[in-house]
């Protein structure tokens, strides 16, 4: 058989064992997932448990909780017994990983970790063992057949013990109702968490927003860019809504044409009216798009009442590397 056979083998194996999984899953998950929700509900946390291979897939579970606005951490079950069991806080629930459920290490730990958990989930492969006999609730892992060819190395436990936590994570997520601007809040140094930024998260205001009068000359609304540091001005009508904008094109152009007498002249005779404009709570990579598609290098923000609120120049979405 070709190596790219056996490969394809593996693959269906943990395949064929992630479907029965799936069957498996009904009430207990339910009330494992319950009982996570209250704990992070109490501002508790989740701990995360496992030997061997199966601590490796309880790192990435927490990791994942973690990234998930679930606070998880990972308590190694031999160095729990000497000394790390003080990161475990009253009503906090542990989450306990091991397929065999018979690990020397972790029985000797349970009943220490039962008297300060307020509540404990084991996912295993074996729910009648020492660990499931311990827990509150039982996830049922078990795999008919491993996808190593011997049948002894974790390939299709492991894969469905990590399948299992994916999915405690995400249905997790949904109960809690977290959404993709918390997801953007907690990954501020990751493209995607930067993708996921609002417009309200890099447009600039207060005084880095250059707001002048229609009735305002030219001079006044380049003063007003200078102190902003901006290429544009924003035009507002007496009741504050947007006019027009100015940007330092529309001066050189005029200066042209015009010469001395520009300075005599309302930014309203100037002015690009009716500016492209964006809300405050679109996508920052909106933005992106209306720069690229209007070969524009400034965007005004409005409100719902058309009154600016903010500027967005291309330079700032440069900065954040989202071009």
Same mark, same amino acid.
């Given at each position: 058989?070709?190596? +790219? ?8 194996? #943990? ?11 009904? #009430?207990?998950?339910d009330?494992?997932?319950? =009982? ?10 989740i ?9 490796? *897939? ?18 190694h ?20 990983? /091991? ?31 020492? $660990? ?6 039982v ?17 299709s +436990? ?9 999915? =405690? ?18 990954h ?7 993708? $996921?930024?609002?417009v %309200? ?6 005084d ?6 229609g009735? %305002?000359?030219?001079?006044e609304?380049?003063? %007003? ?16 809504r ?9 001066f050189?152009?005029?200066?042209q044409?015009?010469?001395?007498a520009?300075?005599?002249?309302? =930014? /309203? ?6 500016? *492209? ?6 996508l ?9 598609q ?5 965007? *005004? ?5 058309d009154?600016?609120v ?14």
């Amino acid at each position: 058989m070709k190596f +790219s056979q056996q490969a394809r083998e593996v693959i269906r194996c #943990e395949i064929r064992e992630l479907e029965a999984l799936a069957d498996r899953v009904g #009430e207990d998950f339910d009330r494992a997932l319950e =009982l996570l929700r209250q704990a992070l509900e109490r501002r508790n946390k989740i701990i995360v448990c496992g030997v061997g291979k199966s601590d490796h *897939i309880g790192q990435k579970l927490a990791a994942t909780l973690n990234s998930t606005g679930a606070p998880a951490v990972v308590l190694h079950a031999q160095n729990a017994l000497h000394g790390d069991l003080g990161i475990v806080s009253s009503g906090d629930v542990a989450l306990v990983l /091991s397929y065999s459920g018979e690990t020397g290490e972790l029985i000797t730990l349970l009943p220490h970790l039962r008297r300060f958990a307020g509540g404990m989930i084991g996912i295993t492969g074996h729910p009648q063992s020492a $660990l499931g006999r311990a827990c509150d609730v039982v996830l049922d892992a078990r795999v008919e057949r491993e996808a190593c060819p011997l049948n002894l190395a974790p390939t299709s +436990s492991s894969t469905a013990m990590l399948v299992m936590g994916d999915a =405690l994570a995400m249905v997790l997520l949904r109960a809690r109702g977290f959404r993709s601007e918390d997801f953007a809040a907690l990954h501020p140094g990751g493209s995607l968490g930067q993708r $996921l930024l609002k417009v %309200a998260d890099v447009m600039r205001t207060g005084d880095r927003l250059p707001l002048v009068a229609g009735s %305002a000359g030219v001079m006044e609304a380049i003063r %007003a860019m200078s102190r902003a540091r901006s290429g544009a001005a924003v035009v507002v009508d007496a009741d504050g809504r947007l006019a027009g904008v100015f940007t330092h094109g529309d001066f050189a152009r005029s200066w042209q044409a015009g010469g001395q007498a520009l300075a005599a002249r309302p =930014l /309203s005779e100037l002015m690009t009216p009716t500016p *492209i404009t964006i809300g405050a709570d679109r996508l920052a990579v909106e933005a992106l798009k209306i720069f690229e598609q209007h070969r524009i290098d400034d965007l *005004i923000v409005v409100d719902g009442d058309d009154r600016p609120v903010g500027l967005i120049d291309t330079q700032d979405l440069s900065r954040l590397r989202l071009v």
